[in-house]
Nanobody
């Protein structure tokens, strides 16, 4: 299983970036996909998630500014980030999760991170 995140970079405050995470080795359409971020010296936090059915969730700090979406035909989840703030600076990780009914457990995978830096 491989989750490959890309699209990070350096952007000025108020700018936009789109992160992508391409998955392979899983039946992508059946997984809940999430974006997490971890700023230096801080705990990892959930940014946004999208279910297999398209239901979305956003952390309070990004509501109204970030949009998560998925393209099951491309096995890719996206995070469109707008009105970026310096406090959005972090390494962003994608995460895939599915509930294994047979074993009554969560099966999950992490991608490598992509750095987002927002300058003031």
């Amino acid at each position: 299983v491989l989750l490959q995140a890309y699209g990070g970079g350096l952007v000025q405050a108020g700018g936009s970036l789109r992160l992508s995470c391409a998955a392979s080795g899983i039946i992508f359409s059946t997984y809940v996909m999430r974006w997490y971020r971890q700023a230096s010296g801080k705990q990892r936090e959930l940014v946004a998630s999208i279910t297999s059915g398209g239901t979305t969730y956003y952390g309070d700090s990004v509501k109204g500014r970030f949009t998560i979406s998925r393209d099951n035909a491309k096995n890719t989840v996206y995070l469109q980030m707008s009105s970026l703030k310096p406090e959005d600076t972090a390494v962003y990780y994608c995460f895939a999760e599915i509930w294994d009914i047979a074993y009554k457990r969560s099966v999950d995978y992490w991608g490598q991170g992509t750095q987002v830096t927002v300058s003031s």
